[in-house]
């Protein structure tokens, strides 16, 4: 069983870390000269990106939140297609 915490921070810098390191390797490997003219970012990219900056992983099954409301509270929401939240 693997436990996360999350955090209503989370995820949001992790994309901005992502979407620079997918920018920077793009932009080394085709020589754009600084734009991302005719580039398509998929998921399969992102996701790539994500775990290569260490906050990549699984889909949880079950996303318990403490209070009043039930949302994912900055919970990366690509993670969240099939969960529970509680």
């Known amino acids: 069983m693997t436990i996360q915490f999350a955090s209503y921070t989370d995820g949001k810098e992790a994309v901005t870390k992502a979407a620079n390191l997918i920018f920077k ?14 580039l398509n970012l998929i998921e399969a ?15 949880p099954d079950l996303l318990l939140v403490y209070g009043p409301t039930r949302c ?3 919970f990366p929401a690509w993670r969240i297609r099939y969960t529970e939240i509680v």
């Open 25 to 38: 390797q793009n932009l080394k490997q085709y020589n754009l000269g600084g734009t991302l003219d005719g």
């Open 45 to 59: 990219h992102l996701n790539e990106a994500l775990q290569n900056i260490g906050s990549g992983g699984h889909e």
């Open 72 to 74: 994912h509270l900055g």
